[in-house]
């Protein structure tokens, strides 16, 4: 039974830093790709960050020098360090895993972040 569970959500004011957490079971974590995404009401999913099993990393534009994503293979458990938030990050945060070369992804059930003062 393959789960991926996000933790760290929650409110915090703008400006503000939070780390989120994705706790993989059931997956050999160290051989898959995995990455973060989120989706705010009326908007599509959308790509936040991924970090590949090789270590290669790429963010979506719009948070690049505030997110950064790591991963710890012994805990098998990919984060999201956010910092500087801002009201429009305000969406539910998604942990996926992507065997590499297999279509097939697997996905959390979210973890809600609200960015407001």
């Known amino acids: 039974q393959v789960q991926l569970v996000e933790s760290g959500g929650g409110l915090v004011q703008p400006g503000g830093p939070l780390r989120l957490s994705c706790a993989a079971f059931?997956?050999?974590?160290?051989?898959?790709?995995m990455g973060w995404y989120r989706q705010a009401v009326g908007r599509q999913r959308e790509l936040v960050a991924t970090?590949?099993?090789?270590?290669?990393?790429a963010y979506v534009d719009s948070v690049k020098g505030r997110f950064t994503i790591y991963r710890d293979n012994a805990k098998n458990t990919v984060y999201l360090q956010m910092n500087n938030l801002k009201p429009n990050n305000t969406a539910v945060y998604y942990c996926k895993a992507r065997r590499p070369s297999v279509s097939l992804d697997y996905w959390g059930k979210g973890t809600l972040v609200t960015v407001s003062s």
């Open positions: 059931g997956i050999a974590f160290s051989i898959y790709d």
């Open positions: 970090i590949r099993s090789g270590g290669r990393i």
